[in-house]
C-alpha cells in the first residue's frame, strides 16, 4: 500500500516538477490526464506514474482506445487494471462518475488543444482526479532541479558555471534530465569549469550546429548529420533543438520582436539566426508548422525509420527555407 501524503489543493491541478522532485509523492488518485506542449515530458510522468502504482500494488496495464472500450474483467491474481488512454473524445463527466465503484486507474494523455479545455476544467475540479499539465521548463523550474540534483549528488559548484548550466541546457526536461545525470560521473565534490563544459558540448552545441547548417548545401548537411546523429535519442535532441527555434520563427510577426527573443548565449548565431528568420513569410511559417507536426508525428510512431526521418526533416527544413 502507499505511504500516506496529503496534498492541499483546491484544485486537482499539480506542478509536474512537484512530482519529479518527491520521490515519496502519494497520487492516491483514480483519473490522471497528461496534458501540456512538451511531448518527452508527459511520457517521462506517465511511465513515473505507472511505475509507482505497479510498485506498490498489483495492476495490470492496459493500452485502450478510450474509455469506453475498458473491460472490468478480474483475473483470479489480478486485483485491478490501469488503463492507459490517448483518445479522449468519449470521457464525460457521467462516463467518470460510473467508474467510482471500481479500483481501476485511468492515465489519460492528450497533447494541448482547444478540443480538451472543457475536460481540462473537469478534470481540474474533480477531487478523485489529477491534472497535470507539462510545458517546457523554465528558468525557475530548472533552478528546482538543478538544486536537487546537486544536493543528492553532493556536488557544489560556482554561481558562473550553476548559471551557464541552467541557461545552456534544454528546456526539454528528459533532455535536461540525462545531461545532469551525467554530473552523477563527475570525480570530486567541486564541479570544474572544464568539465562543465565539456558536458555541455559533448551534445548539445553539435545538434544546434546541425540546425544552422540548412542554409547549406545538401552533401554538408547529409555528412554532420551522420558524424553527430547516432541513435534514434540524437534524433529527438536533434528534432527538439530545432523546434525550439523554428517555433521562434513561426511566433513572432516581425523582425525586432524576434531578435529580442534569440537567448542571449546564442550570440554568436544572432545573426545567422535572423538571416533564417527573414525568409520566412506567413505562407512559409505554414509549410513549416506543417512541417514540424509531420515530423514529430512520424518520429513517433515509426521509431525504427527515426536515423531517416531526422535526416528527411534537416533536408526539408533546408529546401523550405531557401526557397
Known sequence: MFLVLIWA?????????????????????????????????????KKLIVSKYCENDNYKIERIKNITSQSSEVGLFEKKSLFLIED???VSEDILDNQKSNEDIFIFVSE???KINKLKSLFNKRKDSFLIDCYELSKESKTKILNKRLLDMGHKI???????????????????????????????????????????????EGFEKLFFEISGSNKRIINLYNEKIKE??????????SKQYCSMIIN????RSFENSIPKYLFREKEQ???????????????????LSKTELSIRSERSLAHILGLRFL???RKLTIS
Open 112 to 114: 494541448n488543444s482547444p
Open 9 to 45: 489543493f483546491v484544485q486537482m491541478k499539480i506542478d509536474p516538477i512537484s512530482i519529479v522532485l518527491n520521490e515519496n509523492l502519494v497520487f492516491g488518485k483514480k483519473f490522471y490526464l497528461l496534458s501540456g506542449n512538451e511531448t518527452t515530458f508527459i511520457q517521462h510522468l
Open 158 to 204: 560556482s554561481d558562473t558555471l550553476y548559471w551557464l548550466l541552467i541557461e545552456k541546457l534544454d528546456n526539454k526536461y528528459v533532455f535536461f534530465d540525462n545531461e545532469l545525470n551525467k554530473l552523477s560521473n563527475l570525480k570530486g565534490d567541486k564541479i570544474q569549469e572544464d568539465q562543465i563544459r565539456r558536458l555541455i558540448s559533448e551534445k548539445t
Open 315 to 317: 533536408l526539408n527544413l
Open 252 to 255: 513572432h510577426d516581425d523582425e
Open 273 to 291: 539566426l535572423i538571416s533564417i528568420y527573414k525568409r520566412y513569410n506567413y505562407k512559409k511559417k505554414k509549410l513549416l508548422l506543417s512541417l
Open 88 to 90: 479522449l473524445s468519449k
Open 232 to 241: 534514434s535519442k540524437d534524433v529527438d535532441r536533434l528534432y527538439y533543438i
